[in-house]
């Protein structure tokens, strides 16, 4: 067995015992023990009651965080003309058409979120097998396909995030930084919690938020007592 790291170790110590917190608890328990050499960020995942491959049981949906993810997101922009000039004015790090489905292909996938307006769909479509396994197609569910793309490339780099429940029902994102005080981590964990809770699927049966774990990027989990959790 490989031997545990003296951070490590402490980290362990300090969670041992410790289940079903509050959001406030754990929260400060998390900041206090995230001593990596970086800003770690606090990560977290909803184990839910549902099942992926039926359509109507099926959990996707977007935040606005009150304070910001703390992450610098780069923003891919498919648009052409007056449109791809506004992406760029919005801060868009990426803006094209089919040269930049062509540099995708290739590999070079460079960002974090990609937005497209409606007549691009059809060169963006080719992408799928690409762009869909890593959560990144646009999609107008999720403000991801729009002709507002001024709105769109400042929504996600204010902070929006993106959720969708993988195989076995989970949910997982970055709600913060460790650095970010502990009003605002509480804040934006509530806030994500409360959209997930919004997006509850019509076929979703029995119990719908089975489980949530809140962690740091190097740190181990904490649970969070649902019930004070989802504030709704």
Not at 36 to 55: P, Q, S
Not at 159 to 177: C, I, N, S
Request: charged share 25%; glycine share 10%; net charge neutral.
């Amino acid at each position: 067995m490989a031997k545990l790291g003296k951070r490590t170790r402490a980290a362990r110590e300090a969670f041992a015992g410790k289940d079903n917190l509050s959001v406030e608890e754990a929260v400060a328990l998390i900041k206090a023990n995230a001593n990596a050499k970086f800003d770690e960020t606090v990560e977290i995942a909803m184990n839910l009651g549902v099942d992926t491959r039926h359509a109507d049981q099926m959990v996707r949906g977007v935040v606005g965080l009150p304070n910001g993810t703390g992450k610098d997101m780069r923003v891919a922009v498919f648009a052409r003309g007056p449109k791809a000039d506004e992406a760029k004015e919005a801060g868009a790090d990426i803006v094209g058409a089919e040269d930049l489905m062509e540099s995708i292909q290739a590999g070079n996938i460079d960002f974090d979120r990609c937005i497209a307006t409606p007549d691009m769909m059809p060169v963006v479509g080719r992408l799928g097998k690409i762009l869909g396994p890593r959560n990144l197609m646009p999609n107008p569910k999720v403000g991801t396909v729009t002709m507002d793309v001024k709105a769109a490339v400042e929504a996600a780099k204010g902070g929006e995030v993106q959720f969708k429940a993988e195989k076995g029902g989970v949910v997982h994102a970055g709600v913060g930084k460790a650095s970010f005080d502990e009003a605002k981590l509480v804040e934006n964990v509530r806030a994500f919690v409360s959209a997930v809770a919004k997006a509850k699927p019509s076929g979703a049966k029995g119990a719908y938020m089975k489980k949530i774990n809140l962690s740091s990027t190097m740190g181990p989990g904490i649970t969070v007592d649902v019930d004070n959790a989802v504030t709704e």
